[in-house]
């Protein structure tokens, strides 16, 4: 089988019907989640994924990374528009798109905006699919041993993407694994915290977790405020032309901002956040007059749309690959690859690659779409942000109940939904990682599961662990992420009280 075979079966999927539809579908639902703070990829992903339940698996995942695509967009209306950026993505874009927006050239910022994005995304998409080749060579020498020693070391980011106190990401992070060891343990018919009850025998619903930590908690969260979310009238003047031309203009900017997003975006607790700000930094740093930027300055603007979308691809790819995802959203995502049946690793690359192929050429041609409906809805963009609290609260809360009952009629499930929500918040407020959280539910099985695999593959010696190369070498890896914060602070006072 040539390279070209698996890229043309997953154009054959992606333009025909309705797989082109729920592309499209999906973009324009992100576009209008993304733009209204405190929702975001993850959260409108998480409401969506219980209702893809009678799609099948390649339109389902054609429709979860066309909103995630489509927010990651979206969240720049908001940040232009009215300074508060509708995604972490977005941040770095009211430095420069709001001053824009103040000035009169509203019209000419979301059209550098929606260039930026949809061109970024698609030189980043182009790049992964040329290394494709490589990385599905590097994936197929991963067996049972290596997954476990991967997920140990996505167990161990949890020190990473913890922000703030580590102890609080630890402790977040462990709670999600002791969740997912509810129900019947693997390959043994022993039962764990099922108290008795048939209800609990296949354990807590991981899509239900997702929708209460991502939907019910930001609901929770957003009751507190009142009113639309722009307190006023967003006035529109400028030029959408002007404003492609001024995108078009930067193309050294916008391409090596999209090669920062894919970068950042692909390692695990990176994010769109940190690549915005990295590509925004790097903009500045190589402007021939800084001065500019916060003041409205279309190469910040270029800087930080084109990262935000980059990001999409690389995030992807360590969630397809090894089942590590390094956002909230990319964590829904692979809740869906698991909800239809779909297990990242050798197989995506193998006897699934039409279906991985497909969902990635959708982030590639939904890039028009971002690109033609962010131009076609720049008079009407502000529409979205004036939908009240009010209105958006009742219908997620009755979306994400829906979405519990959906998943396996099973009272539990809708339980876990607002037990999970209450919790989420209640994180949320106290400081706690809930990416740290998803991290333990996910991985702790996968890690579980594949640990009992190896020691029956092995006849219960330890020494696979040590003799094969790559699990030795992500286990050693494992070690220096835990061990080398310890020894940097061990270091650093050593030599504080060395100079005192």
């Known amino acids: 089988m040539s390279f070209l075979d698996p890229i043309l079966a997953g154009l054959e999927i992606l333009f025909s019907w309705p797989a082109i539809g729920w592309m499209v579908i999906g973009v324009i639902a992100g576009i209008i989640v993304g733009a209204l703070p405190g929702m975001g990829a993850s959260l409108g992903m998480a409401i969506v994924l219980p209702l893809t339940l009678p799609l099948s698996g390649v339109n389902a995942l054609i429709l979860l990374v066309g909103i995630y695509s489509g927010s990651m967009y979206g969240g720049s209306i908001a940040a232009i528009l009215i300074n508060a950026p509708g995604t972490a993505g977005s941040a770095a874009t009211t430095l420069d798109g709001y001053p824009m927006s103040r000035q009169g050239k509203a019209k000419n910022a979301i059209a550098i905006s929606a260039t930026s994005s949809a061109l970024g995304g698609t030189f980043s998409l182009i790049t992964l699919l040329v290394l494709m080749p490589v990385l599905i060579e590097l994936v197929l020498l991963f067996q049972t041993p290596e997954y476990f020693a991967v997920a140990v070391l996505g167990l161990s980011l949890i020190v990473v993407v913890a922000r703030g106190s580590v102890a609080k990401g630890v402790l977040s992070g462990a709670f999600g694994v002791l969740l997912a060891t509810v129900g019947i343990a693997p ?31 930001e609901m929770i969260k957003l009751a507190s405020e009142k009113g639309g979310i722009a307190q006023g009238d967003v006035s529109f003047s400028g030029s959408i032309v002007d404003g492609i031309k001024e995108a078009l203009s930067k193309p050294v900017t916008m391409v090596k901002s999209a090669y920062i997003g894919m970068i950042v975006g692909a390692i695990p607790g990176g994010g769109s956040s940190a690549a915005n700000f990295l590509s925004y930094g790097e903009a500045m740093r190589s402007a021939s007059d800084p001065d500019e930027f916060g003041e409205g300055s279309t190469e910040g603007l270029v800087a930080s749309e084109a990262s935000n979308n980059g990001t999409i691809g690389g995030s992807i790819i360590p969630t397809i690959s090894f089942g590590i995802p390094g956002s909230g959203a990319t964590a829904v ?6 909800m239809h049946g779909l297990r990242p690793g050798p197989e995506l690359f193998s006897a699934e690659a039409a279906t991985t192929y497909a969902m990635l050429l959708s982030i590639l041609f939904g890039n028009l779409v971002i690109l033609s409906v962010g131009l076609l809805i720049v008079t009407r963009a502000s529409y979205i942000t004036k939908i009240t609290t009010t209105t958006i609260i009742p219908m997620v809360i009755m979306l994400s109940a829906l979405g519990g009952i959906a998943l396996r009629t099973n009272w539990v499930d809708v339980l876990t939904v607002f037990a999970l929500g209450v919790l989420g918040y209640w994180m949320l407020k106290s400081n706690y990682s809930v990416i740290a959280f998803v991290l333990g539910a996910i991985l702790g099985p996968i890690a579980e599961e594949n640990f009992v695999r190896s020691l029956q593959l092995s006849d219960g010696s330890y020494m696979i662990f040590a003799t094969r190369p790559i699990t030795a070498a992500l286990l050693l890896a494992t070690l220096a992420i835990l061990v080398g914060p310890v020894l940097k602070d061990l270091y650093e006072r050593s030599n504080r009280s060395a100079t005192t």
């Open 187 to 217: 390959m043994t018919p022993t039962q764990r915290y099922t108290f008795g009850r048939l209800d609990l025998f296949d354990g807590l619903d991981f899509i239900a977790i997702l929708i209460g930590l991502f939907a019910i908690a």
């Open 333 to 338: 995502l692979l809740g869906g690859l698991l």
